[in-house]
């Protein structure tokens, strides 16, 4: 049975840093297109970063310059390394991955920003 499982999260000040991690575990032969999204209170699911097999990377406006996503294959591991953190950055993280033709969700994680 295929589980994402996310860290990371937690409380920090404007202006911080925090780095998410979401492991992926189970049988798995070859893990796809990895994605972070994020829900703030009251909003829509937002994508925030995608990363492929090959490491080709895609941001949204809003985090662009600010955060990074990477993953470590062998680890089946995706980050994302998250700088100069705002308020408005506030939201449950979610983490995806396409493996085969299916796309798999962890269960979210908080994250907030505020002095």
């Known amino acids: 049975q295929v589980q994402l499982v996310e860290s990371g999260g937690g409380l920090v000040q404007p202006g911080g840093s925090l780095r998410l991690s979401c492991v992926v575990s189970?049988?798995?032969?070859?893990?796809?297109?990895m994605v972070w999204y994020r829900q703030a209170p009251g909003k829509e699911r937002d994508l925030c970063a995608t990363?492929?097999?090959?490491?080709?990377?895609n941001y949204a406006d809003s985090v662009k310059g600010r955060f990074t996503i990477s993953r470590d294959n062998y680890k089946k591991t995706v980050y994302l390394q998250m700088n100069s953190l705002k308020p408005e950055d506030t939201a449950v993280y979610y983490c995806?991955?396409?493996?085969?033709?299916?796309?798999?969700w962890g269960k979210g994680m908080q994250v907030s920003v505020s002095s």
């Open positions: 995806n991955a396409k493996i085969g033709s299916t796309i798999f």
């Open positions: 189970g049988i798995i032969y070859r893990i796809n297109t």
């Open positions: 990363i492929t097999t090959d490491g080709s990377t």
